[in-house]
Structures are given as C-alpha cells and as structure tokens.
C-alpha cells in the first residue's frame, strides 16, 4: 500500500542553520504530497504543498519539490529561527474511489537553539 | 474565520471505561475526519464523512469504536469500552466540498487511558 517514510530525529539545530528533511514516499499513480507542521500543544498546519512532479511548495522560507524519478519531497529552509521549533510530518494523499484521506510519516521533531 | 474545534482536550478515564469525544467543524465545511495520533507516530484516518454520510471507516475498530454526524455538521466520536492501546491523541479535521482540499486540523483531544 501506498507509505511515507521521513527520518528520524530530533534534528537540533543552531539558529540560522540550513534545514534539511528527508521525505521519500511509496505510491501508486501521482499522489499529492505535503508538509504539515504541530506547534507544542497545537493542531496541525498545513505548511506546503505539491500536486504534481516538479512542482515547489513554498511557505515561510520552506520549500520541497515532487521528484517522481527518486519519489522524493525533502524539506528545506536555508536558515532556521528559533520559532520554527516544531514537528514536522511529511504525508501523501490517497485517492481510492470517494476517499481523500492523508497518509503521515512519523513525524521530524526539529528543535532549533539560540 | 474559525478553527475546528474540539473538546474536551485532555481526558483520563481507566481502562474498559467509555469516552466520547467532540468535533465542530470549520462552518460550511461538507467533509469531517477523525485521526489518531499515536505517540511516536504520524496521525491515521479512523473515519471520513461527507456531510452526514460514511465515505471510509475502513481503519475504524468497529468492535468498540463508533462515530456519528448528526445533521451534517457537529460529529462526536466514542470509545467503549477503552482499551490502554486507545491511548493517542483524537485529531479532526475538515475540509470544504469533495475532500479534494486542503484539510483543516483542530487542536486534538488527547486520551490516556490507565
């Protein structure tokens, strides 16, 4: 069945840092994919978004690209703030008949430091 | 405009006790999710709604897991009788018309069960 995999942390990280996490996924056909981000004691966030191969999101100063041929869509910031402190879940969309539901990773905890 | 909201946000009740959890989508929002959030794990879909109609509860533990829309708006999800794996946080989401969206997440109702 369709999965994503993203890795492990925490990932901790000196203030303006770059920011890299890994996201590869497994699917069948041309899912949509997304990073979602949960603040300490909030809900999830859509942080961005790609529906199709090539495409960048962008929010934030974060960015990922669909890479079909490495089925890929890593996170990237070029300098981290201490706000961004979060964790982070890759997911993937799966379409089946009337369904829409979001398949998650496990989760990228960042933890940034002053 | 306001948030999903959900109550009640935490809750400790002891095994083979029932819980009942509340969801109030995004107003005028057709679709409604349910998740679970393990610990130490991405959230998964327990049941998705289209207005007040079932569209996948395939991953929903039927035997003591049950969740209703009235009226296509409010849902509430139930647990009983609880069992010390039930212990996660309960995420709902929703989403504008087909599901097609982006879905919008609440804050989550976290449950431990003793």
């Known amino acids: 069945g369709n999965s994503v995999t993203q890795m492990e942390g925490p990932v901790t990280l000196s203030e303006e840092a770059f920011l890299t996490i890994n996201c590869t996924y497994t699917?069948?056909?041309?899912?949509?994919l997304f990073w979602y981000v949960q603040y300490p004691g909030e809900g999830l966030q859509l942080l961005l978004k790609a529906t199709k191969a090539d495409d960048k999101g962008s929010n934030k100063g974060f960015e990922a690209t669909y890479r079909k041929e490495t089925t890929s869509f890593h996170l990237e910031k070029g300098s981290v703030q201490v706000s961004d402190s979060a964790v982070y879940f890759c997911?993937?969309?799966?379409?089946?008949?009337?369904?829409?539901?979001?398949?998650f990773g496990t989760g990228t905890l960042l933890a940034v430091q002053p | 405009e306001a948030g999903v909201a959900q109550s009640p946000r935490y809750k400790i009740i002891e095994k083979r006790q029932s819980v009942a959890f509340w969801c109030n989508p995004i107003?005028?929002?057709?679709?409604l999710y349910w998740y679970q959030q393990i610990l130490g794990q991405g959230p998964k879909l327990l049941i998705q709604f289209q207005n007040n109609g079932v569209v996948d509860d395939s991953q929903l533990p039927k035997d003591r897991f049950s969740a209703e829309r009235l009226k296509g708006v409010d849902s509430t999800l139930k647990i009983q009788p609880a069992k010390l794996e039930d212990s996660a946080v309960y995420l709902c989401a929703s989403s504008p018309g087909t599901g097609m969206e982006t879905q919008y997440f609440g804050p989550g109702t976290r449950l431990l069960v003793l």
């Open positions: 107003s005028g929002h057709a679709t």
């Open positions: 997911a993937l969309r799966d379409y089946g008949g009337a369904t829409n539901k979001l398949i």
């Open positions: 699917a069948t056909g041309y899912p949509s």
